[in-house]
């Protein structure tokens, strides 16, 4: 058994594990999403966690003011799509703000220092839950668990590599480094024309007007 920089322990056979899972679970992708102004950093740096932000004095437009999850040392990404019921407030929020989608290779999930949520981090379940069960192939497969009828997977008619519940997320404890990076998306060609001088080239640049909306499950998480 190791142990990782932040106190978080996994067997040696873990990491096979999780990509057994993320293969059988047709995993291609990961997400976060950004205000466009924070692209050239990101560009630059990578993905840093709010709190190595604040002790370099980097500059960054956060999307989430108050951080209600307490965890300053991560970053939050998504599994196969956004979560978009925070990213809809947010974009209501800041109506008059250009916002991308970040692709991110899936190994992310076994190669870096992750805790995995079922739902949203800050909730009372996930307060309440252990750090040892969002660990590993264990807090990664607690992402897929079945909830109680009508919101079962089926019911619901959910592909394999989407999470339960729409809110559900990775919080990542180190750097995710440009190399990480695979693509990003816009939700119409003028934004993406905007940016793409700062993208570098080998970063895939689509607009995909669907990250932008709600997953076709919304109705079920309406309460």
Do not use: Q
């Given at each position: 058994m190791l142990s990782t920089s932040i106190g978080f322990y996994f067997e040696e056979d873990d990491d096979e594990s999780m990509k057994s899972f993320i293969e059988e679970r047709n995993i291609e992708f990961l997400v976060h999403f950004t205000k466009c102004t924070n692209l050239e950093s990101i560009f630059k740096i990578g993905l840093q966690p709010r709190q190595y932000l604040e002790n370099h004095q980097i500059e960054s437009s956060y999307n989430d003011s108050f951080r209600l999850?307490?965890?300053?040392?991560?970053?939050?990404?998504?599994?196969?799509?956004?979560?978009?019921?925070?990213?809809?407030?947010?974009?209501?929020?800041?109506?008059?703000?250009?916002?991308?989608?970040?692709?991110?290779?899936?190994?992310?999930?076994?190669?870096?220092?992750?805790?995995?949520?079922?739902?949203?981090?800050?909730?009372?379940?996930?307060?309440?839950?252990?750090?040892?069960?969002?660990?590993?192939?264990?807090?990664?497969?607690?992402?897929?668990?079945?909830?109680?009828?009508?919101?079962?997977?089926?019911?619901?008619?959910?592909?394999?590599?989407?999470?339960?519940n729409p809110q559900a997320e990775v919080l990542v404890f180190d750097e995710i480094k440009v190399d990480d990076f695979f693509g990003i998306a816009f939700n119409n060609k003028w934004t993406a024309d905007v940016y793409k001088t700062i993208i570098p080239e080998r970063i895939e640049v689509i607009v995909n007007e669907s990250l932008f909306n709600g997953r076709h499950d919304y109705p079920f998480w309406r309460s």
């Open positions: 999850d307490g965890y300053l040392n991560a970053t939050c990404l998504s599994i196969s799509f956004p979560n978009y019921k925070m990213f809809y407030s947010l974009r209501c929020e800041n109506r008059d703000i250009d916002w991308a989608v970040l692709g991110i290779y899936p190994h992310v999930l076994y190669s870096k220092n992750c805790l995995f949520f079922k739902e949203n981090a800050a909730s009372n379940n996930e307060r309440n839950t252990p750090n040892y069960l969002k660990e590993g192939l264990t807090g990664l497969s607690r992402m897929f668990e079945e909830y109680a009828p009508p919101r079962t997977r089926l019911f619901m008619n959910l592909d394999s590599n989407l999470p339960t």
